[in-house]
């Protein structure tokens, strides 16, 4: 498979937190032409799990969820457009993300195959934006969204220390959408990144991981897509997200903080459970790796498992 602006080994190529190797790579075309790297880890007929990374994320963003869920289930992750292994494209927006996830959704599963959809950040949105699509509703058995919101991420954001209201709004939209390269991973790009996006105890290894990751990103991609996310209002999507959701968020999450968990978990229509993990910022699966994974297992058991001829739990049998 050709690899478009992917250095070999990634930004993680050994450690705890390198992603493992898949089981099969392609490329998946997007309505648009948008070419999209995809893996796929794990048996191929066990039940489904599709992964959407965040902003300035990849795919090695999930590599403790791949390496867990693989073991029983096939897993499905892909690089977002203009990320990791993804090459830049000609178009940013949240229609782009729901064209790009309905086409990762149709070349990797079967008619009528279900999955459990977890999206991270601007995962988590890319699965709001999908909401209501035919293909999302065919494949979708249940979704996650973990650490995101769905409007008002500036005025909301916490990374710039002041109060609320206009010229806090005006700081952070301009930090947000800095147009400067991040640089290498120094010292001090590392104690920013931890806080903006993490919580106080995250351990440095955890820290390191986020940091190349988000380095990682192309300039122009993550300018391009901050300019989406500034403007993002994707309340009017949430009525169709019909599917069984369940919604996870971190306390100490500047980013998105915890008020938009809480009220994507008041909207949704099938809202399933609302965790807050105390402690925890805005990269929760690299953070607090067995809150996210435990979430998406909980969902696949309740809601996917019975369709591949596994035994119901006490929990479904119960009336």
């Known amino acids: 498979m050709r690899s478009f602006g992917f250095r070999p080994g990634g930004p993680l190529s050994t450690g705890p937190y390198a992603p493992p190797a898949a089981r099969r790579e392609r490329v998946v075309v997007s309505a648009d032409g948008a070419r ?176 190349r990751i988000v380095h990682a990103c192309p300039t122009g991609v993550r300018y391009a897509w901050s300019e989406v996310l500034a403007g993002l209002d994707l309340e009017a999507n949430l009525a169709a997200l019909t599917a069984p959701t369940a919604v996870i968020g971190g306390k100490n999450d500047r980013l998105t903080p915890i008020v938009h968990a809480r009220a994507l978990a008041a909207a949704l229509p099938n809202c399933v459970g609302l965790t807050e993990l105390t402690g925890m910022g805005h990269m929760t699966p690299i953070e607090a790796p067995e809150a996210v994974t435990n979430a998406v297992r909980e969902l696949a058991v309740l809601h996917l498992d019975q369709q591949y001829g596994r035994p119901a739990t006490e929990k479904e049998k119960t009336p």
């Open 36 to 211: 999209l790297h995809v893996e796929e880890h794990g048996d191929e007929g066990a039940p489904a799990v599709v992964l959407a990374h965040g902003w300035t994320c990849s795919t090695a963003f999930w590599a403790a969820q791949v390496r867990d869920l693989s073991r029983d289930h096939r897993v499905i992750a892909y690089d977002q457009r203009g990320h990791g292994r993804s090459p830049a494209a000609s178009r940013y927006d949240t229609t782009a993300l729901a064209d790009d996830l309905v086409a990762v959704l149709r070349a990797t599963l079967a008619p009528g195959e279900r999955a459990v959809v977890a999206g991270h950040s601007m995962g988590g949105m890319t699965v709001m934006a999908a909401a209501g699509r035919p293909e999302f509703t065919e494949h979708a058995a249940a979704a996650l969204l973990c650490s995101t919101g769905s409007a008002r991420l500036v005025a909301e954001a916490l990374v710039v220390p002041l109060r609320p209201g206009r010229v806090r709004t005006r700081i952070t939209g301009a930090v947000l959408g800095s147009r400067a390269p991040l640089g290498p991973v120094t010292p001090i790009a590392k104690r920013v990144l931890k806080y903006a996006t993490m919580g106080p105890g995250s351990a440095p290894d955890k820290v390191e991981a986020c940091a």
